[in-house]
């Protein structure tokens, strides 16, 4: 396990430097460089002169990277021009990254409860009413851009009816104590229950609209998996011993379907937290996602080096934690890695 689990933290380290090479090429491909794209119009001769040296651009290419890889790992990541002008690049993150993980986590917690069971009772009831539509909801999830599916939950329930905000984190003036970024937890942790159901309220819409993929994707394979296991040998087996309807159920069908939805969760919540950009932007969810769009709308390149960098080192970390996980569960990964090794 120990052998397994180091293989998977340097395969991480490795990702993570090509990623920064990448990056490191992209700034320098950008028309007139990293000086015209942070000055834009506005740079005299003098200040681009200046700002080349700040930056390094006369050193040769490998010394500008390792300053660069330097920067990024000491969090210097400059100062935002754009989305927040005058706040480090990093600052702003950490002050967004909260937004974003509590609405991933609402999004995969909504698409947890409601497509495992259904994909379970739908492979049960095969052909049955219950299974049709549960395909026709998947197939609505996956192929209605989540963008037209936000504009249109706003437009219906918070528009229309008035039921729920049409965006924001939390009503404005609220007088509500902050502790760790996270609206509804912080109302929790307080007793603050007015400040913490308020965030929940403005966090159902933005949750549902970035629900539809993952509810989609772990309802196919959830479906899938339980179609195959219920065909096993071990099933029928287990069936003709006259076990009951629940330990067939619990020991024998669920426990083993579950291993490839266990992958796929974690594949989909790295998916949200690296990309919520479109239901941030409809909902005016101040999270990274939202950081993102504006960076790239106001070349803000200091955000978007940070953003992207974070977002691609959580995604990363989210599958180590479910690589790592999977190998507990299934203890054949384990052998398989010992085999191998």
């Known amino acids: 396990m120990l052998r397994f689990a180091i293989r998977r933290v340097l395969q991480l380290v490795l990702v993570l430097f090509v990623l920064s090479v990448l990056l490191f090429a992209w700034l320098r491909a950008l028309p007139g460089g990293p000086v015209s794209a942070l000055l834009g119009d506005r740079g005299t001769a003098e200040s681009r002169a200046q700002l080349t040296e700040e930056l390094g651009l006369n050193d040769p290419i490998f010394v500008q990277y390792f300053a660069f890889l330097e920067r990024a790992l000491t969090g210097n990541f400059g100062t935002s021009i754009g989305v927040s002008p005058g706040k480090p690049a990093l600052e702003l993150f950490l002050e967004r990254f909260p937004a974003t993980v509590e609405l991933a986590l609402a999004a995969i917690l909504i698409a947890l409860i409601t497509a495992i069971p259904l994909g379970y009772l739908s492979a049960r009831r095969r052909g049955g009413w219950l299974d049709n539509m549960g395909i026709l909801g998947s197939l609505v999830g996956i192929s209605v851009p989540i963008f037209f599916l936000a504009f249109l939950l706003k437009w219906l329930f918070a528009i229309q009816l008035g039921w729920l905000p049409t965006g924001g984190r939390q009503t404005v003036g609220i007088d509500a104590t ?32 970035l629900s539809s993929i993952p509810f989609a994707v772990i309802f196919r394979i959830t479906r899938a998996s339980v179609l195959d296991v219920m065909d096993e040998d071990y099933v029928r087996t287990a069936r003709s011993k006259g076990l009951t309807k629940r330990v067939i159920r619990d020991r024998h069908i669920l ?38 769009a504006l960076g790239f709308e106001r070349k803000d390149f200091p955000v978007l080096q940070v953003v992207i960098i974070a977002g691609a080192a959580s995604y990363v970390l989210v599958n180590l934690v479910v690589d790592l996980s999977y190998a507990l569960i299934d203890p054949r990964i384990r052998t398989a890695q010992k085999a191998g090794a």
Request: no cysteine; aromatic share 8%.
């Open 178 to 209: 902050r502790v760790t970024g996270f609206f509804v937890l912080d109302g929790i942790l307080t007793r603050e229950w007015d400040a913490a159901l308020d965030a929940l309220v403005h966090l159902i819409l933005p949750a549902i609209a």
């Open 255 to 292: 426990r083993n379907a579950m291993l490839p939805v266990v992958t796929t969760v974690g594949l989909q919540t790295g998916s949200l937290l690296s990309g919520a950009v479109l239901t941030e932007t409809v909902f005016a969810w101040h999270g990274i996602g939202e950081a993102l």
